[in-house]
């Protein structure tokens, strides 16, 4: 399996312009996790899917922000509208068992900076 | 906001010493995992232990945890230059639904 799949790597963006972040997950694995690193913040937990279903999503900053998890192979965090606030790197986790049961597989990372 | 806390938040070291990072949480956990990362890149496992285990070893890793301190030790021993990294703790909440939460980490640095 290639692993957990993230895109785009990079991003850059205008302030107002919509950001669509997309993740595919390992195949079989049905905990999906979105988290957000800063230098300020650290790694923060932003939505957690288990069997695509929204099991918490109090980690998401504001309406701005959305996620979505279709089917098993697929997972989109959207923010609309972007602001410089939002410069972060954001990284999308699968793992075999629901919640933190299991080790968590984490992408590459996008690193999306809003100017 | 973070479950677990790190310490110490930078540690740097020769290579060939042993390097020991802690963790501590504030409340009760199913288990407790480490995960390390290079710069730039994703997270990768290291490690996971459970509530009722007490200690754990991985090639050159050794976690114990110790849940009547809510604390949690990370050794690597023999460092060498490739484990220059970050060094995270994270906890999974003893509740149903709950997913990893991670601390700040422990910047390692390992000179040759």
């Known amino acids: 399996d290639a692993g957990v799949i993230q895109s785009p790597r990079h991003e850059v963006t205008e302030m107002g312009q919509e950001v669509t972040l997309r993740c595919k997950p390992i195949s079989g694995h049905n905990s999906l996790f979105w988290y957000r690193q800063t230098m300020m913040r650290g790694l923060e937990l932003l939505i957690y899917f288990n069997n695509n279903v929204p099991i918490d999503d109090s980690g998401m900053p504001e309406d701005r922000f959305s996620a979505k998890m279709p089917n098993a192979s697929f997972s989109t965090l959207k923010i609309q509208p972007s602001e410089p606030r939002d410069s972060a790197v954001y990284f999308c986790?699968?793992?075999?068992?629901?919640?933190?049961?299991?080790?968590?597989?984490f992408g590459q990372g996008t690193r999306l900076t809003v100017v | 906001s973070q479950q677990g806390e790190e310490d110490p938040q930078a540690l740097s070291i020769q290579e060939g010493e042993n390097a020991t990072m802690n963790c501590s949480y504030k409340?009760?956990?199913?288990?407790l995992q480490w995960y390390r990362q290079n710069s730039g890149r994703g997270l990768v496992h290291l490690i996971l232990?459970?509530?009722?285990?007490r200690e754990k070893h991985s090639g050159r890793l050794r976690v114990t945890l110790d849940t009547s301190k809510k604390s949690s030790s990370l050794l690597i021993t023999a460092s060498r230059a490739a484990d220059t990294a970050s060094y995270f703790c994270?906890?999974?909440?003893?509740?149903?639904?709950?997913?990893?939460?991670f601390g700040k980490g422990t910047t390692l640095s390992v000179s040759s």
């Open positions: 986790a699968s793992s075999f068992r629901s919640g933190g049961n299991t080790e968590a597989f």
């Open positions: 994270a906890t999974v909440f003893n509740q149903a639904g709950t997913a990893l939460i």
């Open positions: 232990i459970r509530s009722n285990e």
């Open positions: 409340t009760s956990i199913n288990n």
